[in-house]
């Protein structure tokens, strides 16, 4: 009974958790400026504020990274591992023949309907992680002025994507120039994005593909165990 009590109250927890993870959003929030250093600000929240990340970086500075974790800051650290591995000298008639067995029908790939797929997935994702809110001030100029003749009129062409924004850019004919900031808002749902990827994986373009996959796999390790002795 009481290894019964300890397994459900540890699937609760599990529940538990992976609903706080799939429903509770992510903040976002990004911003810079530009005249002559630069300043970059990256923050995630999560949690309301329980979990923090902060990354930034500056001008001739290093970059700083930070966590938080209901008010513990965590200094995470990335030692660099360097492994070496030993060559070895294979028979070129094995090597062929494992090819053969791992032999992918590029042709999956190259069809209309998986094509509308991944267009259909690129959009809903961004249309989710589209931003709350999206400032940018500045100038801009390159050193032709055809070329900031040329920005100008495709930014003209995106405006009533953009008219919901803060968006104020001046051009500059004489010169090249970029100077000014941005800052951009918003949030994501896991649980969204983790529906927007099955969903993409349930197609059948994506399950065509999957099962060519898992047969590969099925080939190449029967070749393997014929190869042992």
Not at 52 to 73: A, N, P
Not at 154 to 160: A, E, Q, R, V
Not at 165 to 175: K, N, S
Request: charge should be positive; proline fraction near 4%; aromatic fraction near 12%.
């Amino acid at each position: 009974m009481i290894l019964i009590s300890i397994l459900s109250t540890l699937l609760i927890f599990l529940l538990i958790l992976m609903l706080t993870v799939c429903l509770i959003p992510f903040e976002y929030a990004f911003s810079g400026d530009k005249h002559e250093a630069y300043f970059l600000e990256g923050k995630i929240i999560w949690i309301f504020g329980g979990f923090k990340g902060l990354i930034s970086m500056e001008s001739r500075q290093r970059v700083s990274f930070s966590l938080q974790l209901f008010g513990f800051h965590l200094s995470p650290q990335t030692p660099r591992q360097e492994k070496q591995k030993l060559k070895k000298k294979k028979d070129p008639s094995i090597k062929q023949e494992k090819k053969k067995a791992r032999r992918f029908d590029a042709s999956l790939f190259l069809n209309k309907r998986l094509f509308e797929v991944l267009c259909r997935f690129v959009a809903d994702v961004l249309k989710h992680m589209k931003p709350q809110a999206f400032l940018l001030h500045g100038s801009i100029g390159f050193d032709d002025p055809y070329h900031t003749g040329v920005f100008w009129g495709g930014l003209n062409i995106l405006y009533p994507l953009l008219k919901n924004f803060d968006i104020q850019i001046v051009p500059i004919f004489h010169e090249e120039k970029l100077e000014g900031n941005f800052a951009v808002q918003g949030r994501i749902i896991i649980g969204v994005l983790i529906l927007l990827v099955i969903k993409l994986l349930l197609s059948n373009p994506s399950r065509n593909i999957i099962i060519q996959f898992i047969k590969n796999k099925v080939a190449y390790r029967q070749f393997v165990f014929a190869r042992k002795p």
